[in-house]
């Protein structure tokens, strides 16, 4: 797998979940899994171990001098990561930017990372499929396809390119092709070109032999103009070979009976430590004590309009007519942060913010809230949610993408039109139904659901194994 991301060395959002958890999970079902990162500067490399030093990546005329690093991780050990270490590319503060301004050669940081997968595969860890994630892995098809197309080492080799958030596309300047070290046909729309530019998502969505998505009604969504962000197109015309595949969750590191993080477990038979997790979050957050018998509403997130902040914007008022509280954590665009500060300045006592990373906190807030609130405008999978059920946190969502596909009406609350209207009746909905039978009857089956990761491990093996033509 090759990635810019994966739990728990590198992380700012679903996709490390993915990286983090699926390979263990292959491994179980007899794939044999490695992952290739980036060696950003946040990760160490006491606790790792030099395998193998490139005599340099040529991109044209530019050599980038690159080793390779096995970090050891976990016990049992875990599938292997390959840090792909290049201190002038990747050791900085930031993954992709700082400030909120993307680096200016990320189109080199992640060719590089591309050919230093290709390194990995040829001298470290013998590759059948190269499994590549969102726009930071998207040059390694087209390497493969064009550099490498008749390289006896990866003639076999096929491709699957996983896109876990179209909104993300890797757009840069012309130029950047030739600075890659691409071949220059690959500039046409029916390639890597999108209106001028060059596209690095459309590297793994023109020349991967495969394609995914997380769930399978993102899948759908992402060939119509509406979700398809430009590239609905690009898509349909591979419709043949996209799928959408459900994320499953690490239930190791998400589960209210084992959670180390928060201040009492719990379960399904015996729900007390829920209430001790919510006495406390409230404290923590400086809310009122009064707030015990009402719905506190929890949300994690980050905070931009993808996730839905500009209805909330819109339906605050409505909603904080009502008795409800709300904590929320996350980070994002300076402007939803500033409505997230705002909101709690508008109403004192009734909503306490955040703004940071933080994951135990991102824990107490899943188990101690009685609602997860994610009015997401488009959601590929969402992880949250899916966490929300397990910890007996009523969600509360937009029916689209993932949301739509983990949350049912019986498990969650859920609304179709992304209008502030409509998110204050399903917020309203579950207030409503809050504390009767039915609302304990509601956690108790969402809490029952079952999202772990064999499932999608299954689904991804059987993928594999059909790319190489074994099924
Ligand atoms: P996305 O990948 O679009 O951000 P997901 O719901 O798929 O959304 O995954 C988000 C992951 O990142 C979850 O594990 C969530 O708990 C975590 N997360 C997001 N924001 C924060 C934050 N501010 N602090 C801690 N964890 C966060």
Same mark, same amino acid.
């Given at each position: 797998m090759v990635s810019s991301e994966a739990a728990p060395l590198a992380k /700012?959002?679903?996709?490390?979940?993915?990286?983090?958890?699926?390979?263990?999970?292959?491994?179980?079902?007899?794939?044999d899994v490695a992952v290739v990162i980036p060696r950003y500067g946040s990760i160490d490399l006491k606790k790792a171990r030099r395998v193998y030093d490139s005599p340099g990546i040529h991109l044209g005329l530019v050599r980038h001098s690159v080793s390779i690093y096995l970090a050891e991780l976990g016990d049992p050990p875990q599938p292997p990561i390959y840090l792909v270490d290049c201190p002038p590319l990747y050791a900085r503060k930031g993954f992709y930017?700082?400030?909120g301004v993307d680096y200016p050669d990320n189109h080199v940081r992640f060719a590089v990372l591309a050919r230093a997968a290709v390194a990995v595969a040829r001298y470290v860890f013998q590759t059948e499929v190269f499994h590549c994630h969102d726009w930071q892995a998207g040059l390694v098809a087209p390497y493969l396809r064009t550099t490498y197309a008749n390289d006896p080492t990866f003639l076999g080799a096929k491709t699957l390119f996983t896109i876990h958030n179209l909104g993300y596309q890797g757009l840069f300047p012309k130029t950047a092709l030739a600075e890659a070290d691409l071949d220059p046909a690959l500039f046409v729309p029916?390639?890597?070109e999108f209106f001028g530019q060059v596209s690095?998502?459309?590297?793994?969505?023109?020349?991967?032999?495969?394609?995914?998505?997380?769930?399978?009604?993102?899948?759908?969504?992402?060939? /119509?103009? #509406?979700?398809?962000?430009?590239?609905?197109?690009?898509?349909?015309?591979?419709?043949?070979?996209? /799928?959408?595949?459900?994320?499953?969750?690490?239930?190791?590191?998400?589960?209210?009976?084992?959670d180390p993080h928060l201040p009492a477990r719990y379960s399904a038979a015996d729900l007390s430590g829920k209430a001790v997790c919510k006495e406390q979050l409230l404290r923590e957050f400086g809310l009122p004590a009064e707030a015990m018998n009402r719905p506190l509403i929890g949300?994690?997130?980050?905070?931009?309009?993808?996730?839905?902040?500009?209805?909330?914007?819109?339906?605050?008022?409505d909603i904080f007519a009502q008795d409800v509280y709300l904590v929320a954590l996350g980070t994002g665009d300076p402007e939803y942060e500033e409505f997230f500060r705002s909101l709690a300045s508008d109403f004192p006592g009734r909503v306490a913010v955040r703004i940071g990373f933080d994951e135990p906190l991102a824990h107490r807030i899943e188990a101690g809230a009685d609602m997860f609130l994610m009015p997401s405008h488009y #959601?590929?999978?969402?992880?949250?949610?899916?966490?929300?059920?397990?910890?007996?946190?009523?969600?509360?969502?937009?029916?689209?993408?993932?949301?739509d596909d983990t949350i049912e009406d019986g498990t969650g609350f859920k609304f179709r039109?992304?209008?502030?209207?409509?998110?204050?009746?399903?917020?309203?909905?579950?207030?409503?139904?809050?504390?009767?039978?039915?609302?304990? #009857?509601?956690?108790?089956?969402?809490?029952?659901?079952?999202?772990?990761?064999?499932?999608?491990?299954?689904?991804?093996?059987?993928?594999?194994?059909?790319l190489l033509g074994r099924v």
């Open positions: /700012t959002g679903g996709l490390a979940d993915v990286v983090g958890a699926l390979p263990a999970a292959l491994r179980e079902l007899g794939d930017g700082e400030a029916e390639g890597m690095y998502i459309k590297g793994g969505i023109a020349y991967a032999d495969a394609l995914s998505t997380v769930s399978p009604t993102y899948a759908r969504e992402i060939q /119509t103009p #509406e979700f398809g962000f430009g590239l609905d197109g690009a898509l349909r015309a591979r419709t043949g070979v996209l /799928t959408g595949i459900l994320n499953g969750v690490d239930y190791s590191q998400w589960n209210p009976e084992t949300m994690v997130s980050r905070f931009t309009r993808q996730k839905g902040a500009d209805i909330l914007v819109e339906a605050a008022a #959601e590929p999978c969402g992880l949250n949610q899916i966490y929300s059920l397990k910890y007996g946190t009523v969600p509360v969502v937009r029916a689209t993408g993932g949301l039109e992304y209008s502030a209207a409509a998110l204050s009746g399903a917020v309203r909905a579950a207030v409503a139904a809050y504390g009767g039978d039915s609302w304990r #009857e509601t956690m108790r089956r969402a809490m029952s659901r079952d999202f772990s990761w064999t499932v999608s491990a299954r689904a991804y093996s059987a993928l594999y194994a059909k």
